[in-house]
């Protein structure tokens, strides 16, 4: 079964701590992984994905197949990153995604 | 920079009965979604649609559901009867030719049904 999961549904940090998001994955093919941000009141847009490898505003995620996982880091987050970060996969032709439930990062001043 | 639209941004509605959510994609993509995300729920995939035909549809995507690109530029999801629970935010997204391309998601429609 394809699925993705984010144990976390709520991370708090302060200002300048690391943070991980973490995810796992479960699918039978090769998918394509991406972290998806959604800040207060705006649309879902995309944050980064594994093939590209770049880094987006600080943040970056490696794609662990061995362990299923593109868990999302930052070294020092800010009060910015406040926002739903939601990891997702796609495969298969139409490339439709498949989505976690989300973790809420909160980084307080 | 372009973005996907979607009207209306909030659908109130009696059970029962039939609702039109409409997005605009952006004008060279030619692969349209809907997703849906019930309140305090995972965003879930219902139906993708390319070159005027549904290619992929979930369970959820049932005989109550369809979609249509009337006028090559609007994609509508019409559900005919609606029920308490399709009462949900509703996403419109839209990606460019080849794979793996990223899909641009609109604001969504939350549609209530009472």
């Known amino acids: 079964a394809q699925r993705v999961t984010q144990p976390e549904k709520l991370l708090s940090v302060f200002k300048g701590a690391p943070v991980e998001l973490k995810c796992n994955y479960s699918?039978?093919?090769?998918?394509?992984l991406f972290w998806y941000v959604q800040y207060s009141r705006q649309r879902l847009q995309l944050l980064l994905r594994?093939?590209s490898r770049e880094s987006i505003k600080g943040f970056t995620a490696d794609l662990n197949k061995g362990e299923t996982s593109f868990h999302l880091k930052k070294p020092f987050a800010q009060e910015e990153d406040s926002a739903m970060y939601y990891c997702?996969?796609?495969?298969?032709?139409?490339?439709?995604?498949?989505f976690g439930t989300g973790t809420l990062l909160a980084v307080q001043p | 920079e372009p973005e996907v639209t979607q009207t209306p941004s909030h659908q109130v509605t009696q059970m029962g009965q039939e609702v039109i959510l409409r997005c605009v994609p952006i004008?060279?993509?030619?692969?349209f979604y809907w997703y849906r995300q019930i309140l305090g729920q995972k965003v879930e995939f219902l139906v993708s649609?390319?070159?005027?035909?549904?290619?992929?549809k979930s369970e959820i995507f049932d005989d109550q559901f369809s979609v249509e690109r009337p006028d090559g530029s609007n994609f509508t999801l019409k559900i005919r009867s609606t029920k308490l629970e399709d009462s949900a935010m509703y996403f419109c997204?839209?990606?460019?030719?080849?794979?793996?391309?990223?899909?641009?998601f609109g604001p969504g429609t939350r549609l209530t049904v009472l």
């Open positions: 997204a839209s990606s460019g030719t080849g794979p793996y391309n990223e899909q641009f």
């Open positions: 699918y039978s093919g090769s998918p394509e």
């Open positions: 594994h093939i």
């Open positions: 997702a996969l796609s495969g298969g032709a139409t490339n439709k995604l498949i």
């Open positions: 004008s060279n993509h030619l692969y």
């Open positions: 649609f390319y070159n005027n035909e549904i290619s992929e």
